[in-house]
T-cell receptor, first 107, second 114 residues
Framework: KNEVEQSPQNLTAQEGEFITINCSYSVGISALHWLQQHPGGGIVSLFMLSSGKKKHGRLIATINIQEKHSSLHITASHPRDSAVYIC?????????FGTGTRLQVFP | NAGVTQTPKFQVLKTGQSMTLQCAQDMNHNSMYWYRQDPGMGLRLIYYSASEGTTDKGEVPNGYNVSRLNKREFSLRLESAAPSQTSVYFCASNRQGIISDTQYFGPGTRLTVL
Protein backbone atom coordinates (compact mmCIF):
# COMPACT_ATOMS: atom_id res chain seq x y z
CA LYS A 1 0.00 0.00 0.00
CA ASN A 2 1.34 3.42 -0.94
CA GLU A 3 2.06 5.79 1.91
CA VAL A 4 0.18 8.56 0.09
CA GLU A 5 -3.04 7.70 -1.69
CA GLN A 6 -5.06 10.07 -3.84
CA SER A 7 -8.62 9.72 -5.05
CA PRO A 8 -10.00 9.74 -7.57
CA GLN A 9 -7.24 8.92 -10.05
CA ASN A 10 -9.17 10.58 -12.86
CA LEU A 11 -11.90 13.16 -12.71
CA THR A 12 -13.96 14.87 -15.39
CA ALA A 13 -16.22 17.82 -14.75
CA GLN A 14 -18.31 20.40 -16.53
CA GLU A 15 -17.28 24.01 -16.29
CA GLY A 16 -18.68 25.58 -13.14
CA GLU A 17 -18.79 22.40 -11.06
CA PHE A 18 -17.35 22.12 -7.55
CA ILE A 19 -14.39 19.75 -7.50
CA THR A 20 -12.96 17.75 -4.59
CA ILE A 21 -9.70 15.79 -4.70
CA ASN A 22 -8.74 13.68 -1.71
CA CYS A 23 -5.39 12.70 -0.22
CA SER A 24 -4.90 10.14 2.55
CA TYR A 25 -1.56 9.26 4.10
CA SER A 26 -0.34 6.60 6.49
CA VAL A 27 2.82 8.17 7.92
CA GLY A 28 3.50 10.92 10.42
CA ILE A 29 3.94 14.24 8.72
CA SER A 30 5.08 17.75 9.51
CA ALA A 31 3.31 19.33 6.54
CA LEU A 32 1.42 18.53 3.36
CA HIS A 33 1.93 20.02 -0.06
CA TRP A 34 -0.53 20.34 -2.95
CA LEU A 35 1.02 20.79 -6.40
CA GLN A 36 -0.38 21.29 -9.88
CA GLN A 37 1.23 19.73 -12.95
CA HIS A 38 0.22 21.42 -16.17
CA PRO A 39 -0.45 19.48 -19.38
CA GLY A 40 2.94 20.70 -20.63
CA GLY A 41 4.63 19.05 -17.64
CA GLY A 42 5.56 22.01 -15.42
CA ILE A 43 4.93 21.62 -11.67
CA VAL A 44 3.71 24.49 -9.54
CA SER A 45 3.20 24.64 -5.80
CA LEU A 46 -0.36 25.49 -4.77
CA PHE A 47 -0.40 25.14 -0.99
CA MET A 48 1.66 23.95 1.90
CA LEU A 49 -0.28 23.36 5.10
CA SER A 50 0.15 21.67 8.44
CA SER A 51 -3.27 22.38 9.97
CA GLY A 52 -6.68 23.82 9.22
CA LYS A 53 -7.50 25.39 5.90
CA LYS A 54 -5.95 27.64 3.28
CA LYS A 55 -7.64 29.51 0.44
CA HIS A 56 -6.23 31.06 -2.70
CA GLY A 57 -8.70 32.35 -5.22
CA ARG A 58 -10.99 29.47 -6.20
CA LEU A 59 -8.79 26.87 -4.53
CA ILE A 60 -9.26 25.69 -0.96
CA ALA A 61 -7.11 23.12 0.83
CA THR A 62 -7.99 21.51 4.14
CA ILE A 63 -6.16 19.05 6.34
CA ASN A 64 -7.25 16.85 9.24
CA ILE A 65 -4.13 15.67 11.02
CA GLN A 66 -6.01 13.24 13.31
CA GLU A 67 -7.67 11.51 10.34
CA LYS A 68 -4.53 11.76 8.14
CA HIS A 69 -6.52 13.27 5.33
CA SER A 70 -6.45 16.37 3.15
CA SER A 71 -8.78 17.68 0.48
CA LEU A 72 -8.29 20.12 -2.35
CA HIS A 73 -11.43 21.89 -3.51
CA ILE A 74 -11.90 23.91 -6.67
CA THR A 75 -14.95 26.14 -6.80
CA ALA A 76 -16.51 27.23 -10.11
CA SER A 77 -14.16 25.01 -12.11
CA HIS A 78 -12.85 26.20 -15.46
CA PRO A 79 -11.19 24.40 -18.38
CA ARG A 80 -7.89 26.06 -17.44
CA ASP A 81 -8.00 24.06 -14.19
CA SER A 82 -7.40 20.91 -16.25
CA ALA A 83 -4.16 19.46 -14.87
CA VAL A 84 -2.77 16.74 -12.65
CA TYR A 85 -3.02 17.59 -8.94
CA ILE A 86 -0.38 16.01 -6.74
CA CYS A 87 -0.39 15.61 -2.98
CA UNK A 88 2.95 15.26 -1.18
CA UNK A 89 3.69 14.85 2.52
CA UNK A 90 6.74 15.86 4.48
CA UNK A 91 7.82 12.82 6.53
CA UNK A 92 10.90 13.41 8.72
CA UNK A 93 13.56 14.21 6.14
CA UNK A 94 11.79 13.32 2.92
CA UNK A 95 8.89 14.29 0.71
CA UNK A 96 6.57 11.43 -0.30
CA PHE A 97 4.42 12.04 -3.37
CA GLY A 98 1.06 10.64 -4.36
CA THR A 99 0.53 9.50 -7.94
CA GLY A 100 -1.74 12.42 -8.76
CA THR A 101 -5.34 13.06 -9.81
CA ARG A 102 -5.91 13.93 -13.44
CA LEU A 103 -8.66 16.54 -13.76
CA GLN A 104 -10.33 17.48 -17.03
CA VAL A 105 -12.85 20.30 -17.06
CA PHE A 106 -14.99 20.61 -20.17
CA PRO A 107 -16.71 23.80 -21.33
CA ASN B 1 13.94 35.80 -12.20
CA ALA B 2 14.03 32.66 -14.32
CA GLY B 3 13.41 30.47 -11.25
CA VAL B 4 14.65 26.93 -11.84
CA THR B 5 15.97 26.13 -15.32
CA GLN B 6 16.88 22.74 -16.76
CA THR B 7 18.72 21.69 -19.89
CA PRO B 8 18.12 19.91 -22.13
CA LYS B 9 14.32 19.69 -22.42
CA PHE B 10 14.45 16.44 -24.40
CA GLN B 11 17.14 13.84 -24.95
CA VAL B 12 17.38 10.45 -26.61
CA LEU B 13 20.28 8.19 -25.68
CA LYS B 14 21.39 4.73 -26.65
CA THR B 15 22.04 2.16 -23.93
CA GLY B 16 25.49 2.69 -22.48
CA GLN B 17 25.84 6.35 -23.44
CA SER B 18 26.48 8.97 -20.80
CA MET B 19 25.02 12.41 -20.30
CA THR B 20 24.65 15.19 -17.78
CA LEU B 21 21.41 16.98 -16.97
CA GLN B 22 21.96 20.56 -15.90
CA CYS B 23 19.94 22.52 -13.37
CA ALA B 24 20.33 26.10 -12.18
CA GLN B 25 18.31 28.34 -9.86
CA ASP B 26 18.52 32.09 -9.38
CA MET B 27 16.55 32.35 -6.12
CA ASN B 28 19.56 32.03 -3.80
CA HIS B 29 18.15 28.75 -2.47
CA ASN B 30 20.29 26.56 -0.26
CA SER B 31 18.80 23.18 -1.16
CA MET B 32 18.39 21.48 -4.50
CA TYR B 33 16.85 18.17 -5.57
CA TRP B 34 16.64 15.77 -8.48
CA TYR B 35 13.45 13.72 -8.98
CA ARG B 36 12.26 11.29 -11.59
CA GLN B 37 8.64 10.86 -12.63
CA ASP B 38 7.42 7.61 -14.15
CA PRO B 39 3.91 6.72 -15.34
CA GLY B 40 1.68 5.48 -12.53
CA MET B 41 4.19 6.44 -9.85
CA GLY B 42 4.72 9.50 -7.73
CA LEU B 43 7.80 11.64 -8.07
CA ARG B 44 10.78 9.89 -6.52
CA LEU B 45 13.87 11.55 -5.10
CA ILE B 46 17.15 10.56 -6.73
CA TYR B 47 19.64 12.82 -4.94
CA TYR B 48 19.53 16.04 -3.04
CA SER B 49 21.92 18.73 -1.84
CA ALA B 50 20.92 20.34 1.42
CA SER B 51 23.53 23.06 1.00
CA GLU B 52 26.47 23.97 -1.19
CA GLY B 53 29.17 21.34 -0.82
CA THR B 54 26.92 18.50 0.35
CA THR B 55 25.01 15.81 -1.51
CA ASP B 56 22.96 12.87 -0.27
CA LYS B 57 21.23 9.88 -1.78
CA GLY B 58 17.47 9.82 -2.08
CA GLU B 59 15.13 6.93 -2.71
CA VAL B 60 16.46 5.80 -6.13
CA PRO B 61 20.14 6.82 -6.51
CA ASN B 62 21.51 3.76 -8.35
CA GLY B 63 22.91 4.58 -11.79
CA TYR B 64 23.22 8.30 -11.09
CA ASN B 65 25.79 10.74 -9.77
CA VAL B 66 25.41 14.38 -8.87
CA SER B 67 27.56 17.47 -8.48
CA ARG B 68 26.67 20.63 -6.59
CA LEU B 69 28.91 22.88 -8.61
CA ASN B 70 28.09 26.02 -6.63
CA LYS B 71 25.06 27.44 -4.84
CA ARG B 72 23.19 27.94 -8.14
CA GLU B 73 23.92 24.75 -10.04
CA PHE B 74 23.20 21.06 -9.40
CA SER B 75 23.87 18.53 -12.15
CA LEU B 76 22.77 14.92 -12.55
CA ARG B 77 24.97 12.49 -14.48
CA LEU B 78 24.07 9.16 -16.03
CA GLU B 79 27.36 7.34 -16.58
CA SER B 80 25.97 4.40 -18.56
CA ALA B 81 22.35 4.92 -19.48
CA ALA B 82 19.89 2.03 -19.29
CA PRO B 83 16.33 1.73 -20.66
CA SER B 84 15.07 1.71 -17.04
CA GLN B 85 16.26 5.30 -16.79
CA THR B 86 13.75 6.44 -19.38
CA SER B 87 11.77 8.99 -17.42
CA VAL B 88 11.01 12.65 -16.92
CA TYR B 89 13.54 14.30 -14.64
CA PHE B 90 12.71 17.32 -12.50
CA CYS B 91 15.07 19.55 -10.60
CA ALA B 92 13.73 21.54 -7.64
CA SER B 93 15.04 23.94 -5.05
CA ASN B 94 14.03 25.56 -1.78
CA ARG B 95 15.45 27.76 0.93
CA GLN B 96 15.85 25.50 3.92
CA GLY B 97 15.72 21.88 2.96
CA ILE B 98 12.92 19.37 2.58
CA ILE B 99 11.23 20.11 5.89
CA SER B 100 9.24 23.31 6.19
CA ASP B 101 9.69 25.03 2.88
CA THR B 102 7.99 25.09 -0.50
CA GLN B 103 9.91 23.50 -3.36
CA TYR B 104 10.13 25.21 -6.75
CA PHE B 105 10.37 22.95 -9.76
CA GLY B 106 12.09 23.26 -13.11
CA PRO B 107 10.28 22.47 -16.38
CA GLY B 108 11.63 18.93 -16.61
CA THR B 109 13.83 16.90 -18.97
CA ARG B 110 12.22 14.08 -20.91
CA LEU B 111 14.83 11.36 -21.37
CA THR B 112 14.43 8.29 -23.55
CA VAL B 113 17.02 5.51 -23.46
CA LEU B 114 16.84 3.09 -26.38
Amino acid sequence: KNEVEQSPQNLTAQEGEFITINCSYSVGISALHWLQQHPGGGIVSLFMLSSGKKKHGRLIATINIQEKHSSLHITASHPRDSAVYICAVYNTDKLIFGTGTRLQVFP
Amino acid sequence: NAGVTQTPKFQVLKTGQSMTLQCAQDMNHNSMYWYRQDPGMGLRLIYYSASEGTTDKGEVPNGYNVSRLNKREFSLRLESAAPSQTSVYFCASNRQGIISDTQYFGPGTRLTVL
